[in-house]
């Protein structure tokens, strides 16, 4: 790494294009950096692209074109070893807590399964009980299994989780959408303290704008497969640029005062 | 002095031993909007089901849900389904969230909006074709002869719930059951949605059931609502008095989270 | 919650219903249980042996003998024993054949991609379709009759099924967000398919193993009728069907007898199976 001043993105995605293995077209030349420690949103609606974009910045899927580059160096393809690193610093959180967790695997060995498989030395008990207080859960939730949380809590569950190899950004793809309100808001306060607390960065991905607006500093909108727009997340909302993204802000129902 | 369409008097609905939903107690006037609110596993949706006759072996259901046919009363809970195939579709009808579910997958678009129209309006060759054209553009559904000739997977998801629509509306219902109609929906596509429904609504002046966990979408589309929490109705109210000064602990809390997340956006439009 | 998957409507007969199902385990267990007790049982004592010509020919059942004697005086009980042992080792050993190439071909099947997938595929529908019973005789055929061969050949006719069983299930499987938090957690494939594909398919492949218990009894005993089964010494049901098939009119119990037990332990297996899954697989019970 070379020593510059300013640090490098953690994650750059630059000039990324995926089309489906059909020939479909999914993504046109996405570029988006992440600077350790920020937050960004991802917004756009079913078949905007932002799925497949995540899968790329997860390496599960190559892109058809484009680079993917984690502190300033290109991801080598293929083996696991290599990716170990990656996968330490960079984690995901999916977005349906019923199907994100494994039914018969208790939740401890679900939570403890990345210090396993990415060969993390330490007491696993200890780590597992701390994890679960860090998402506000009791110890004991650890012997128990998913069927006996609610989405709420298996979402939380998930989170802990992806905090247990120490990462310095989480991956979200639409982290509350499936959540009731009341424990939406409880998400996203527990996204809100990981971040002031240890500085842990986010990429978010929604078509909730106020999910976006709760947790992320600069918003990009995604709209079929292309970039339309992006700025400090204060700006966009208030005066957008691009006439999809006004669209977006007017669709969404809003209480009345 | 008219009798009201759908009236629910200790509705209870039970599995095995357990009970689901207990002493729901409401009603709804022709050409009212009523919108019932409530989080996952609060029975809101069980309690659409009873209304309709719906509930699946294991559920039971007591108390009452009549309903006004015009011609008299049927009760829900106890006609035979026989009786009710007449009313729903012809009294009642009912939208779903997954249209992937409720909608026949095997069978064209057209085909599956010609059944009821057949049924209710005694319709049949080109006067048939006729109406399921007229049915889909009603819907604003773009280009109906491609959409008739289309399966329901060869549509998208907001196209699929304005299908659900036509269906529910072929009887000429005079009461609208939706549960979630939205929920599963992109929010430029459910909003385009919503509008239909508030539309039909209006045009056709039937009555309203809007069930929904989301509390900006019931307050756009209802005038009462009835919150329900773990099979419990615990406050009924007109939708502003709800919105402004709600009495229950449960449904004030409901409120302030669903206010905290609506003053994340800046002023819009309303 | 979809509500609109509830699409069963039925009038409330819930009472009934339940019985049937505690009904189904119950009789299963008792019916199939008898039989593995009596094949138990026959690996330490029968009243006579089965090869023993020494009973007069074809006696009725009597205080001696209690089914009687085959039209060479061998005691039919002892045989009607050692064939419950027979048609449970067949069972079993077909049922294993088949879990064991089934499940490794499903695997491969749902893990090499789709080049792999497609052939595969391909080769099962047409396994599939093939007649178990030609495929089990073209096996004997290359090999011999013996009970080995017999059990090699329905297991592998078996194995398709379960085959296709096992890919759909591990395909659906793999698609859930756990195993892609799986692969981000840095797990492997063989962490993947150990930890994660096998403890979540095996339970949908308990019901149609026990179906295949008793399609491989039927189709040895079906084998041995036709003589392409186990040889002589070795008492089959399916031989001794062909064997009092000429004698029928003269000594009925021996045709009976053979038969009886055949649907007896089919029954049995079939039943219990159909239980296993009533209780196991809540799916069939509530609705979510």
Redesign the interface.
């Known amino acids: 790494m070379t020593g510059t001043a300013a640090p490098a993105p953690i994650l750059s995605l630059e000039n990324i294009a995926f089309a489906y293995r059909s020939g479909r077209p999914v993504l046109h030349d996405v570029s988006l950096a992440l600077a350790p420690g920020e937050s960004v949103g991802l917004v756009g609606?079913?078949g905007a692209g932002k799925t497949s974009l995540l899968r790329v910045a997860?390496r599960?899927q190559a892109p058809t074109s484009g680079t993917v580059r984690f502190d300033g160096t290109p991801l080598p393809p293929g083996r696991?070893a290599s990716?170990?690193d990656y996968?330490r610093a960079v984690?995901?959180v999916?977005?349906?807590p019923f199907?994100?967790?494994?039914?018969?695997?208790t939740v401890g060995d679900?939570i403890a399964?990345?210090l396993?498989?990415?060969?993390i030395p330490g007491g696993r008990r200890a780590r597992v009980a701390a994890l679960l207080a860090d998402v506000g859960l009791p110890a004991d939730a650890a012997g128990r299994y998913p069927e006996a949380f609610s989405?709420g809590q298996r979402q939380r569950i998930?989170i802990a989780?992806a905090l247990?190899?120490g990462p310095r950004l989480l991956l979200a793809d639409e982290p509350v959408s499936a959540l009731?309100?009341?424990?939406?808001?409880q998400v996203i306060e527990l996204f809100q303290r990981l971040a002031a607390e240890r500085g842990i960065g986010m990429l978010l991905v929604s078509?909730?704008?106020?999910v976006v607006?709760?947790l992320c500093a600069r918003v990009a909108v995604l709209e079929g497969g292309r970039l339309v727009e992006e700025g400090p997340t204060a700006d966009v909302?208030?005066r957008p640029a691009h006439p999809y993204t006004a669209?977006?802000?007017?669709?969404?129902?809003?209480?009345?005062? | 002095m008219t009798a009201p369409l759908l009236d629910l008097d200790a509705l209870g609905i039970d599995l095995d031993d357990r009970s689901l939903v207990e002493a729901v107690t409401v009603s709804i006037a022709p050409g009212e909007r009523l919108g019932i609110i409530g989080e996952s596993g609060s029975g809101k949706s069980l309690t659409a089901l009873a209304a309709l006759g719906l509930l699946a072996h294991p559920l039971r259901a007591r108390g009452s849900a009549r309903i006004s046919t015009g011609e008299g009363t049927v009760d829900a809970v106890t006609a035979p389904q026989r009786r009710l195939d007449r009313v729903r579709g012809a009294v009642l009808g009912a939208v779903f969230q997954e249209p992937l579910a409720s909608l026949d997958p095997l069978m064209r678009v057209g085909k599956q909006l010609s059944w009821p129209l057949a049924r209710h309006r005694g319709l049949r060759g080109d006067a048939l074709r006729r109406a399921v054209l007229d049915a889909l553009a009603d819907v604003q559904l773009p280009e109906p002869e491609r959409i008739a000739r289309s399966y329901i997977h060869e549509i998208s998801g907001g196209q699929r719930q304005r299908v659900a629509i036509a269906l529910a509306l072929a009887g000429s219902p005079r009461l609208l059951i939706a549960d979630e109609p939205t929920t599963a929906l992109d929010v430029t596509v459910q909003a385009g949605v919503l509008d239909l429904l508030q539309r039909e609504v209006s045009e056709r002046g039937m009555a309203l059931l809007f069930i929904s966990h989301d509390l900006p979408v019931v307050t756009r589309m209802t005038d009462r609502v009835l919150v329900m929490k773990d099979g419990r109705q615990v406050e009924v109210a007109d939708t502003a008095t709800l919105v402004s000064a709600p009495v229950d602990p449960y449904t004030q809390q409901l409120v302030a989270a669903s206010r905290a997340l609506d003053d994340l956006l800046p002023e819009g439009p309303r | 919650m979809s509500t609109a998957a509830v699409a069963v409507v039925t009038e409330p007969r819930a009472p009934r219903r339940a019985r049937r199902r505690s009904i189904n385990l119950a009789v299963g267990a008792v019916l199939f249980g008898l039989i593995a007790v009596v094949a138990v049982v026959s690996l330490f004592w029968t009243p006579f042996s089965p090869e023993e010509t020494g009973g007069g020919r074809l006696l009725p059942p009597g205080a001696e003998h209690w089914a009687g004697t085959d039209r060479l005086g061998r005691d039919l009980f002892s045989q009607l024993m050692v064939g419950a042992r027979l048609a449970m080792l067949v069972g079993v050993g077909s049922m294993a054949i088949a879990a064991v190439v089934g499940v490794l071909v499903g695997l491969v099947a749902a893990i090499a991609g789709p080049l792999v997938d497609d052939a595969v595929s391909s080769l099962l529908d047409i396994a599939i379709a093939f007649p178990t019973l030609l495929l089990a005789m073209l096996i004997v055929a290359w090999r011999g009759a013996s009970l080995e061969s017999a059990i090699l050949a329905i297991g592998l006719a078996g194995s398709a099924v379960v085959a296709r069983l096992t890919r759909v299930t591990a395909v659906r499987v793999l698609g859930r967000d756990f195993v892609t938090a799986a692969r981000t957690s840095g797990t492997g494939v063989v962490g993947i398919v150990g930890r994660h594909v096998l403890p979540n398919v095996w339970p949908t492949l308990i019901v149609p193993l026990a179906l295949q218990f008793g399609g491989a009894v039927i189709a040895e005993a079906s084998l041995s009728y036709l003589g392409l089964g186990s040889p002589p010494p070795n008492a089959s049901w399916g031989r001794m069907l062909q064997e009092a098939q000429s004698t029928v009119t003269v000594a009925p119990t021996a045709a009976l007898l053979p038969g009886i037990l055949l649907v007896m332990t089919i029954i049995g297996i079939n039943l219990l199976a159909d239980g296993v899954r009533d209780v196991a697989d809540p799916a069939s019970r509530s609705i979510r």
């Open positions: 609606e079913s997860l599960l696991r990716l170990r996968r984690q995901p999916y977005q349906d199907s994100s967790l494994d039914p018969r695997m679900s399964e990345p396993r498989s990415l060969g989405g998930a989780r247990a190899p009731d309100t009341s424990v939406r808001l078509h909730d704008l106020t607006a709760a909302l208030s669209r977006l802000l007017a669709s969404v129902p809003r209480l009345p005062r």
